[in-house]
């Protein structure tokens, strides 16, 4: 199976920092997810990232997935306290209608005022 | 655009009581279904999915079982809840090539 690794585990920055968050991957990755989670609640969708070499942004966060396709980073520029939460990158592997969305463990972010 | 429902939002249950937590879809048909728990810590672990009515694949071995007995139903149970089984439990959809949807979770804890 699939296994994803994220770091940092956790992460606290002053308000206006920028700040990058990684995502590697056991295998290739055919379709890259990034979600967004405050604690206790759904997971809010960013951004998806399917061809090497993607990049794309939304607001004031950019994610890329690497040439490879093994490797995903998120980027913030100038955090804000709303930016805080939990980041989880997911993959599904699987081709066909069979997809499974497995997850790395998380990147808490903090961001100080 | 694709709603994932689910209900309760949280629920305190004693050791060895039954379980139901109920997952339904709207505004879209044939979605592949997931249940995840998010137990302590931070990661999401993939619990059961499912392509089709009737058509469920169990990830991990537990305590728990899954069932569609409807297109847009998806259902998590328990005969008897162990301590083990608290957590917070994420349903999610996914149509075709689209991303996934999520829910907006139920917290289970058994006491």
């Known amino acids: 199976s699939q296994e994803l690794e994220q770091s940092p585990q956790s992460l606290i920055v002053q308000e206006g920092k920028n700040l990058t968050i990684n995502c590697t991957s056991s295998?290739?990755?055919?379709?890259l997810y990034w979600y967004k989670q405050k604690y206790g609640e759904g997971l809010i969708f960013l951004m998806m990232?399917?061809?090497?070499?993607e990049e794309k942004s939304h607001e004031k966060i950019t994610a890329k997935l690497d040439e490879k396709k093994q490797q995903s980073s998120l980027h913030i520029t100038a955090s804000q306290p709303s930016h805080a939460g939990i980041y989880l990158c997911?993959?599904?592997?699987?081709?066909?209608?069979?997809?499974?969305?497995?997850f790395g463990k998380g990147t808490l972010l903090t961001v100080n005022p | 655009s694709q709603t994932i429902h689910q209900w309760p939002a949280t629920l305190v249950q004693p050791v060895g009581s039954p379980l139901s937590l109920e997952c339904t879809v709207e505004?879209?048909?044939?979605?592949?279904l997931y249940w995840y728990r998010q137990a302590a810590g931070r990661g999401l672990q993939l619990l059961f999915y499912s392509v089709g009515i009737g058509q469920i694949s169990s990830e991990v071995p537990q305590n728990l079982s899954a069932s569609r007995p409807q297109d847009r139903q998806f259902i998590l149970s328990s005969k008897k809840l162990l301590l083990s089984d608290s957590g917070f439990y994420l349903c999610?959809?996914?149509?075709?090539?689209?991303?996934?949807?999520f829910g907006s979770g139920t917290r289970l804890t058994v006491v």
């Open positions: 999610a959809g996914k149509r075709g090539f689209g991303g996934y949807t």
């Open positions: 295998k290739t990755l055919y379709g």
């Open positions: 505004g879209t048909s044939n979605p592949n």
């Open positions: 990232l399917q061809k090497g070499g």
């Open positions: 997911g993959a599904d592997g699987s081709g066909g209608s069979n997809y499974k969305l497995t």
